[in-house]
């Protein structure tokens, strides 16, 4: 009599290994989850490790996997959120550019700049003719009003054949009280040298009159056409 001998299962487990379920679902979704949104995929993967345990589901790699990609993509993530913070921090920290005070300083700190009707030399400049008022000097005493060299205009002025320098003026009297007024006329050739200089004065003038100043000067240092203009009004009170 013959007897068949049973052969063992191959895909059986062995004698006291513990059975072994499906692979837990957490661990998977764990793993797939760390590499799109680690919170989800760290929490997912804690789950699988403790469904994984001996005894439980398989997977169990899966979920320690899952738990390593998250923890790495936190780190990245607050390494990104730091260099962020300081480059914004960086920016609007940078210190504001100022206007050069040399360009920009006004007011009383500031150099003043003078009135070029009032300090010009007439000397200097060959485009002055003869109505060019190139600064007053102005001593108004109790007399006040409008500025003196207001008060003047040149009406004539020449260079008779002997060479002398003459011109006349006309003054009006723009203060409230009498007044006296020296005027000065400079003469210049076409090239802007100076030729010479004519004063004349009139000792009182009321208030609103006019009055004509006769200016006479010593000969120039040239003839021919010459250019004059007024070059001096004082007013003092009389």
Known sequence: MSTDLE?????????????????????????VAAFVFWPVGLVASIVGILHTRPGGKAGRGLAVAGVVV?????????????????????ATSAPAVTEDPVVSAQGADAAPTADPAVTADPAQDPAQDADQQTGP?????AAGGAQAWDDAVLDTCQQDD???????????????????Y???????????NVVGRA?????????????VIDVQGAAGSTQGELECYLDDVVRLAA
């Open 137 to 141: 000097t102005e001593e108004t005493g």
């Open 182 to 192: 020296t005027v000065a006329v400079g003469f210049d050739d076409l090239e802007g």
């Open 199 to 211: 004063a004349g004065q009139v000792a009182q003038v009321a208030p609103g009159a006019t009055a």
């Open 7 to 31: 052969q063992p299962d191959p895909t059986a487990p062995a004698p006291g290994a513990p059975a072994r379920g499906a692979t837990s679902v957490a661990a998977v979704v764990g793993l």
């Open 162 to 180: 002997a060479g002398a320098l003459t011109a006349s003026v006309t003054v009006t009297n723009s203060t409230g009280a009498p007044a006296s």
């Open 70 to 90: 998250s923890g790495l993509s936190a780190v990245a993530t607050a390494v990104v959120l730091v260099l962020g913070a300081s480059l914004l921090w960086g």
